[in-house]
């Protein structure tokens, strides 16, 4: 089967607005013959591959739209592996449009999302998981998730997955060669126990990186807990440092969750604030207590926030309750009253620290708390993350060669039957890297992508 040839795509690939200059960028066959239609060089020799040129862009009557800077990159050698051509012109949207439409005019079409990107991993230029991490890099929130995402796309992870490809087709070519010689003493049978079982880890310290993933792309999801008035819409705006939230003096103000970003030192947390949790509430509030619930669940750490300046109660102590089984920060708000709950109380999963949402006191603290323990989540492991779609094929690769162990563990498992599981395995990597990956894959991941990238 012939690949289609490829046409000609353009987009402007710098957000639409009012800038210095914008890029407009096209790949793919015509690039090159559309350039030359449309844009006369100042200096007489032309485009050459990866020579910057001044020239005029100009209509079909040889009007000047604008000056500006032409590059044309050879195919294979570009970013997406076709011949591509970046003009840079002023930084308006209506020459910026004008020119796209006299690209269009000459027979390109407008690019879909990522779809610089998708022809670059079609034509191998990177692989499904560097893709990822072109996307991820352009939406970056902190320097932290820039920088792991930066290093994903230096391949850390694909050879991590590359690595367990190779133990297992290794594996699979002595079986195989052993199956040929069968009843051949001289040929003794493979035993891949061992490196089967050190896969078995891999796959394990690869799962977790998935959750790292996504609290480096979304932020450490933290939330705010506590029974009714205790401070805890105080504590979320003193740390957003806005007065995103409603504050009264009375019981139950917040009903719904409300979230906000917050950036501490380069690193992210999706702040979350929440309805007070307290017995027997009116209907209303008991809907807003139940989606406080769900937030304690889906959180990756929990700041528990008692009033310092009164006793401990049994609603305090059941919302610790609800936060035991997670990493959580327990604050004595109010401190400027003076604190009757001592910090040390056996009560307290840990030392707790007292603040004053509203001075300011001991928020430093909590701050440096927040990124010790939100350090702490993240794998340490840094360029090395996976997406959340990844789990399901990984999972898959490992239950494959969990079987495989099994089977040899017990003997039980003809030598064709473990080839299979092997090669089984190994399809479900390829999906992870994208040699296989199917084309609703390749969809959701490129309509990640903005035009133009
Ligand atoms: N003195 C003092 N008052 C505070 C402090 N933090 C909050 N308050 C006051 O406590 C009351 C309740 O504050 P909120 O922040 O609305 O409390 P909440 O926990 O969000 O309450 P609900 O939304 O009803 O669950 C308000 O009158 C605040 O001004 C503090 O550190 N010191
Ligand atoms: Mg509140």
Not at 33 to 52: E, S
Not at 86 to 99: C, F, Q
Not at 112 to 121: D, I, V
Not at 414 to 423: F, Q
């Amino acid at each position: 089967m012939t690949m289609p040839t490829p046409d000609t795509i353009v987009a402007i690939s710098t957000p639409r607005g009012y800038s210095g200059i914008g890029v407009v960028r096209m790949s793919g066959p015509d690039s090159l013959p559309i350039l030359t239609q449309i844009f006369m060089p100042t200096a007489a020799d032309g485009f050459n591959d990866r020579t910057a040129v001044h020239g005029k862009l100009v209509d079909r009557d040889g009007r000047i739209l604008d000056d500006g800077i032409a590059v044309f990159m050879r195919g294979p050698g570009s970013y997406t592996g076709e011949d591509v051509v970046e003009i840079s012109l002023h930084g308006s949207p209506v020459i910026l449009d004008a020119a796209v439409g006299l690209i269009l005019a000459s027979g390109a079409r407008m690019a879909q999302r990522g779809e610089f990107t998708r022809r670059a991993f079609l034509n191998g230029k990177l692989d499904l998981l560097q893709a990822e991490a072109v996307v991820d890099l352009i939406e970056s929130k902190t320097e932290g998730a820039a920088r792991e995402a930066r290093l994903r796309l230096d391949k850390g992870m694909s050879s991590r997955i590359a690595n367990i490809a190779s133990t297992l087709k290794d594996i699979l070519a002595e079986l195989e060669a052993h199956m040929d010689f069968d009843e051949d003493d001289e040929n003794p049978a493979p035993d891949p126990e061992s490196r089967l079982a050190a896969l078995i880890s891999e796959f394990t310290a690869l799962q977790r990186s998935v959750d790292s993933s996504r609290m480096h792309r979304d932020g450490i999801r933290v939330v705010i807990a506590g029974k009714p008035n205790v401070g805890k819409s105080t504590l979320f705006n003193t740390l957003m440092g806005s007065n995103r939230v409603i504050v009264t003096p009375y019981p139950g103000t917040t009903r719904d969750p409300v979230d906000d970003f917050l950036v501490l030192n380069g690193m992210g947390f999706l702040l979350c604030d929440t309805a007070g949790m307290r017995q027997e509430p009116d209907p209303i509030e008991r809907e807003g207590i139940f989606r406080t619930q769900q937030r304690i669940d889906n959180a990756d750490i929990a700041i528990v926030v008692l009033d310092g300046s009164a006793p401990l109660d049994q609603e305090d102590e059941k919302v610790l309750c609800t936060c035991r089984e997670k990493a959580s920060i327990t604050v004595l708000n109010k401190a400027d009253l003076g604190l009757v709950i001592d910090p040390g109380h056996p009560l307290l999963q840990s030392t707790a620290i007292p603040i004053s949402a509203k001075t300011g006191f001991g928020i430093q603290d909590l701050e440096e708390q927040l990124r010790m323990t939100g350090s702490a989540r993240f794998s340490s492991d840094a360029g090395s993350l996976l997406s959340s779609w990844c789990v399901q094929p990984l999972a898959s690769a490992e239950q494959h060669v969990k079987a495989v162990l099994d089977g040899l563990h017990t003997r039980s498992m003809a030598p064709e039957i473990i080839a299979l599981e092997l090669k089984k395995a190994l399809e479900y990597l390829e999906e992870i890297t994208g040699e296989r990956a199917d084309d609703g894959i390749l969809d959701r991941i490129f309509e990640r992508f903005c035009i133009g990238k």
